[in-house]
């Protein structure tokens, strides 16, 4: 079957805008992650959702970024006026079990820049 | 706090060559060891956990308590082993991974 996918794989925005970022698990995993990459970097921990609730969001940087997963399959990431420092690679994972001891599959990501 | 450091941004090696990438961990408590890769255009995928002790690839991994490692190895480097590899750890009850840096490794022919 299908792995994770995300859209859009890239997303020019310029500052001030909202952008909403999407991420289409693989069927039947009941988990979903959200990471951040900067270059450079590792991916940083965001968000976690265990079907629809979202259990832990203690990555998310301030409150500009929200994430949902209404239904407990698709999520959105979701940046309000966005600023430079937003620049990045978001990957989005699920993983079949609870707990970041799970393999965690991940998408392909959705490359942020913000002018 | 949970810290997981790989020294070396970039490991160049020939082709037959031994490989070692480093990965040093920080976690108070007994925290779970993955290695991920992304080869080229790919996406980022689990290439073995401590738990299940297995090789893939060629690729094997220790845990060391004492030392606070869980090195990378494998004997005989290949070209297709060429890619970006991250050490990452999670603990007991934790949902997320903490990821290091990541180290490019490149092999050449």
């Known amino acids: 079957g299908a792995g994770v996918s995300q859209s859009p794989r890239y997303k020019v925005t310029k500052r001030g805008q909202d952008v909403a970022l999407r991420c289409d698990p693989i069927?039947?995993?009941?988990?979903l992650y959200w990471y951040r990459q900067a270059l450079g970097q590792g991916p940083e921990f965001l968000t976690y959702f265990n079907y629809e609730a979202q259990q832990d969001k203690s990555g998310l940087p301030n409150d500009r970024f929200s994430a949902e997963r209404p239904e407990g399959s698709i999520s959105t990431l979701t940046i309000q006026r966005t600023e430079q420092r937003d620049s990045a690679m978001y990957r989005c994972?699920?993983?079949?079990?609870?707990?970041?001891?799970?393999?965690?599959?991940f998408g392909p990501g959705t490359r942020l820049t913000v002018l | 706090a949970q810290r997981v450091t790989q020294p070396e941004k970039l490991l160049s090696v020939f082709k037959g060559a031994p490989v070692e990438l480093k990965c040093n961990y920080s976690?108070?408590?007994?925290?779970?060891l993955f290695w991920y890769v992304q080869y080229s255009r790919q996406r980022l995928q689990l290439l073995l956990r401590?738990?299940s002790r297995e090789s893939i690839k060629g690729f094997t991994a220790d845990l060391n308590k004492g030392e606070t490692s869980f090195h990378l190895k494998k004997p005989f480097a290949q070209e297709e082993d060429s890619a970006m590899y991250y050490c990452a750890l999670t603990g007991a009850g934790s949902y997320q991974l903490t990821f290091g840096k990541g180290t490019k490794l490149s092999v050449i022919p």
């Open positions: 069927s039947g995993h009941v988990s």
């Open positions: 401590h738990i």
């Open positions: 976690y108070s408590g007994s925290p779970e």
């Open positions: 994972a699920s993983s079949l079990g609870a707990g970041g001891a799970n393999e965690q599959f």
